[in-house]
């Protein structure tokens, strides 16, 4: 079998925990790989860890190739924004990432991601436009790994970057000598925090009303335990309806954009064509 390479879209996100791989090495022994790994490039770009589990248990890994003819950017970011537990700073951080990662990883081609602007950005990311800012700063100072795996938050970890001492109790790894200073914000900090944090107590609220309505029901345990876990299934397949939607929405207006700019320059280019004719008559 040959070992391949964790794509860089696919490490934008942070990597499973020990006890979590560990669950899912027994469940790949005990029932089988259940979802292929997708390969791009000749690197996993989505199923990292269901590629290691495989090797670690010496089953050949199935394994699909990413079609030449589709976004991988928008592909990772609706398969994993909203699958995992991620803070609103680790989904503006793995954005982020994977923004940058467009035009080094496909030259010469018209990014769907790269030219996003903040407001794109964070609808993706379901954070607010400072928080991408402050990922943006954490990213270029050589801390997105710092927010990545949800040692700094995307805030804390620009403040490092812009020079100012970390959070109390804080001990983030120093920012890169060439950061550059940030924009200032737009909005107020506590604005931006308030809508980060209005965002997970929505989610933690859905959860806890969902586990309320299980207990309400007149069923044995077994019957609550699998319309738990439908409902978290749900719930999981809703979110990332959500993210394809939003990814296609942005898609859309990033053609759009283009449509518009190969419109102007058809237009500018006709009109020299027929300059260049006249100028040819009269001579």
């Known amino acids: 079998m040959t070992d391949m390479k964790q794509h860089p879209l696919s490490a934008a996100f942070p990597a499973m925990s020990a006890d979590d791989f560990a669950a899912l090495v027994e469940d790949i022994k005990t029932n089988g790989q259940r979802e292929p790994v997708m390969v791009h490039e000749g690197m996993v770009l989505d199923g990292w860890h269901r590629y290691r589990a495989c090797l670690q248990l010496g089953v050949k890994p199935q394994q699909f190739t990413f079609p030449a ?30 923004a940058d990662w467009a035009p080094k990883g496909r030259p010469g081609k018209a990014e769907m991601v790269s030219g996003f602007r903040e407001k794109e950005l964070a609808k993706a990311a379901g954070t607010s436009d400072r928080t991408i800012r402050d990922a943006k700063v954490a990213h270029k100072a050589g801390l997105g790994e710092a927010v990545k795996e949800g040692a700094l938050t995307a805030h804390e ?33 506590e604005l931006a925090e308030a809508r980060d944090t209005i965002s997970s107590l929505a989610a933690e609220n859905d959860k806890l009303r969902d586990a309320l309505a299980v207990e309400s029901m007149d069923a044995s345990d077994s019957a609550k335990t699998e319309a738990a876990r439908t409902i978290k299934e749900l719930r999981a397949q809703v979110a990332a309806l959500d993210a394809e939607l939003a990814a296609v929405k942005v898609s859309r207006d990033t053609y759009m954009r283009e449509a518009a700019e190969a419109k102007k320059d058809a237009i500018y280019w006709r009109k020299q064509a027929q300059k260049a004719e006249k100028a040819g008559a009269a001579a």
């Open 69 to 98: 003819e589709k976004d991988p950017v928008a592909f990772v970011l609706s398969h994993n924004l909203h699958r995992r537990h991620l803070t609103p700073s680790q989904r503006a951080a793995a954005v982020v990432a994977c």
């Open 157 to 189: 970890a620009a403040a490092v970057a812009r020079g100012k001492p970390a959070a109390k109790g804080k001990k983030p790894p120093a920012p890169a000598p060439a950061a550059a200073p940030a924009a200032a914000p737009e909005h107020s900090d």
